[in-house]
């Protein structure tokens, strides 16, 4: 049975940095069957040719060029316009993932027969040595709720 398509979404701006990490953290899910839209919001760094680069390599890959700076929402806006996929996943582009994040939450709503799901995160500090500090959140677990609780937090 083929995967339906997940589009991923990502707004760019001033990421440089991170990007790499980011883009090969999507590029090498598990999960194959992915669309993803890399919105360059008028990024003033290497960010967008970054995404280019990685769009050359893989045709999965959209990027999507703004001449005006909108922020995040607007670039996350731009891009479900676009997107094709049956479900959506949104990343930070500074962010990245577990090879298998996209596959473990996909599982997961078709386990619950859920709409939708949500992961935790870990955060990383960079030291000014360049070290890595992670702090994985305590508290999580795998809960079903309908819209409505969902919205309130419950």
């Known amino acids: 049975m083929e ?13 440089e940095k991170y990007l790499p990490d980011c883009m090969e953290s999507l590029i090498h899910q598990t999960y194959q069957n992915l669309e993803i839209i890399m919105v360059d919001d008028c990024s003033p760094d290497e960010s967008g040719a970054i995404c280019d680069r990685y769009a050359m390599n893989d045709k999965r ?5 703004r001449t005006e700076n909108h922020g995040a929402s607007g670039a996350r806006n731009l891009a479900l316009d676009q997107a094709k996929g049956k479900y959506l996943f949104f990343i930070d582009s500074d962010d990245w993932i577990a090879p298998d994040t996209i596959e473990y939450l996909y599982e997961n709503m078709k386990t619950y027969q859920a709409d939708c799901t949500v992961g935790g995160c870990v955060t990383v500090i960079e030291a000014e040595d360049g070290s890595l500090n992670y702090q994985k959140r305590t508290r999580g677990s795998v809960r079903c709720e309908n819209a409505r609780g969902a919205m309130k937090g419950v």
């Open 3 to 15: 995967q339906p398509l997940i589009s991923v979404i990502a707004p760019v701006y001033k990421v």
């Open 61 to 65: 890959i959209k990027v999507i060029h």
